[in-house]
């Protein structure tokens, strides 16, 4: 029968196995120099699940006669150290001097004559229970023994390693767990198996084991390589096992909140990551206003040019009967200043936050509005080589003077673009819409074209307009002075046309708030264009040089 007494379970025999074994939860006190140092001692069955092994071996050696020849016994004394420098280093002291109360170089009590001892110490422990025992001459083994086997001794023994010492066998890893009525629980938490490439496949299932809840270690790390902060993500490194990894940045628009994410979360459309990519957060929404200073100076000129062309008017209307006036129809002078007049006043309709009616109305009222100007100024380039023509003697075209001819060629070229529009509401009409993914952390509110073809296509047949004029006007441009309007005509679609080329690329480049900027100032720059180089002259010749705005002037010049 075994003898248990504090911290040791002993087992007499002619040659005795010592072993160090951690075997349940224990308190210990401080030294008071009253009595010999003891602990508190939880009591429970770890120690004798941790003695079973010791026991079940003695015994099978024992009863195997061919292993112990002449009758010799074999016995055991374990010691519990619990894992702690102090006990460990008692029990080795209770083992050298064979007694059972700890005073060196006296035996006393029971004899101990250990043939070698099994410890489970620490590295820095058993560095020290190694040199206690060699002064006695006792071999220390540390568990973590290079070469071992696997036994069935539920089946009768059988060496599960084989000859080479491979795995036989596949093997289920057993979590024993002792619950609270005393009672043994076993769960499998994982398994070692054979592999056909003669590999060894190990795997645990963590979260099927149960620790113990006096154990204040920490968890193994199963890894080559530092955790994966939040905002990061685990790379898989080639020719390296699952347990090495690179770590990465989380992309655009993805965040990563937990360590050793496997991969980035994509963020909700109307939300962003944060500079750290470790939370998503709402998207800023952008909107050309009134309130923004880019806002603020685009109204600013339009409203100035808008002012200036009312006051252009007011000075041709007080001025309607001079010679500079009534010159080259004056019903198309007063038709393309009110068109540039609302042209300017037409880029308002873009700013501001998009609407259903301010998106229908503002791209087919710049549309028609600037063909009208455009026509006009056709009109004009027309009208001026026609009544060169008509000087000739005998030249038929003399009956095409008039209003007529101009009032058809606005009506026509206007006609076209209406239609236009009108094709384009019905198939695919702006509407308004945002922009989620243009802009890094912003959601601009737009207007959706609605069709592209049909807004490039109004853009052309403008172009196509103004390309006409600017011929007509450079063929006339040589004509007599007091017919010679087409020399302000072709500077002033030489202007007209380079705005608008240069709109198409910069239209496309820019996203957000300053695509529509960029429709703005296009609207204005053109405007203001054909405004300058065909109005400002001839104010200041009705202004500043009265004596040039003259009918005899005119004629000698002429």
């Known amino acids: 029968m075994d003898e248990i007494e504090p911290f040791n379970c002993f087992q007499p025999g002619d040659h005795l196995i010592a072993g160090l074994l951690n ?31 010791f026991s079940l071996a003695i015994r099978e050696i024992n009863q195997d006669p061919g292993l112990l020849p002449n009758n010799i016994t074999l016995g055991y004394t374990v010691y519990e150290n619990i894992i702690h420098p102090r006990v460990t280093y008692d029990a080795v002291l209770d083992l050298v001097p064979s007694a059972q109360e700890t005073i060196p170089n006296y035996k006393c009590g029971r004899e101990n004559n250990p043939v070698a001892v099994l410890e489970a110490s620490e590295t820095d422990i058993s560095i020290d229970v190694s040199t206690l025992l060699s002064t006695c001459k006792i071999p220390q083994l540390h ?28 093997l289920d890893i057993v979590n024993v767990m002792v619950l609270p ?6 769960v499998k938490v994982g398994s070692i198996e054979r592999q056909a490439s003669g590999e060894i496949k190990f795997t645990i299932h963590q979260e099927a084991i149960v620790w113990s809840r006096w154990s204040k270690q920490m968890l193994p790390y199963s890894r080559c390589t530092q955790s994966c902060l939040p905002g990061h993500q685990k790379v898989a490194l080639e020719g390296k096992p699952v347990c090495c990894y690179a770590c ?10 937990q360590e050793d994410a496997d991969h980035c979360t994509k963020c909700p459309a109307d939300q962003h990551p944060n500079m750290d990519h470790t939370r998503c957060i709402p998207k800023d929404i952008i909107i050309l206003s009134y309130e923004d200073p880019l806002g603020i100076v685009l109204v ?12 252009i008017l007011g000075i041709f209307l ?3 009967d001079t010679p500079i006036v009534k010159a080259n129809n004056r019903d198309l002078t007063y038709i393309l200043l009110v068109s540039l007049l609302f042209s300017f006043l037409s880029s308002l309709l873009f700013i501001g936050q998009p609407r259903r009616v301010t998106c229908l109305l503002r791209q087919t009222a710049f549309s028609i509005i600037f063909s009208v100007a455009v026509s006009s100024v ?13 000087t000739k003697p005998g030249n038929r075209m003399r009956k095409w003077l008039g209003k007529s001819l101009a009032n058809a060629v606005i009506i026509l070229c206007s006609s ?24 890094q952390g912003q959601i601009t509110l737009q207007c959706n074209e609605g069709s592209v073809a049909m807004f490039y296509g109004s853009l052309g047949y403008m172009g196509f307009l103004a390309a006409v004029s600017f011929m007509v006007a450079f063929l006339a441009r040589k004509l007599p002075g007091a017919f010679n309007e087409a020399k302000l005509i072709t500077f002033s679609m030489l202007v007209f046309c380079s705005v608008w080329v240069s709109f198409v690329p910069t239209y496309l480049s820019t996203k957000g708030k300053y695509t529509v900027s960029v429709q703005i100032f296009s609207i204005l720059a053109s405007s203001a264009g054909l405004l300058g180089c065909l109005f400002i002259p001839k104010c200041y010749i009705i202004i500043a040089r009265p004596g040039l705005n003259t009918k005899d002037h005119l004629m000698i010049k002429n």
Request: charged letters at 15%; aromatic letters at 12%; one cysteine or more.
């Open 181 to 186: 009525n005393g009672s043994i629980q076993s």
């Open 416 to 439: 076209v673009q209406m239609g236009l529009c009108a094709i384009w509401l019905g198939i695919s009409p702006p509407f308004p819409d945002s922009d989620w993914h243009s802009l």
């Open 378 to 390: 056709l009109a004009k380039t027309i009208t001026v080589v026609v009544a060169f023509m008509a």
């Open 300 to 311: 600013f000129l339009a409203l100035s040019l808008s002012l200036l062309t009312l006051l």
């Open 248 to 257: 990465a940045p989380c992309g655009e628009g993805t965040i990563s909140t």
């Open 318 to 320: 007080k001025y309607i």
């Open 143 to 170: 568990p973590f023994l290079r070469h071992f086997q696997f036994f069935n001794t539920s089946t009768g023994g059988g060496d599960l390693g084989g000859n080479t010492g491979d795995l036989a066998t596949d």
């Open 23 to 53: 075997g349940g939860f224990t308190k210990l006190t401080s030294h008071t120099f009253r009595e010999p140092p003891f602990a508190k001692r939880h009591r429970g069955i770890g120690m004798k699940w941790h003695l079973l092994p």
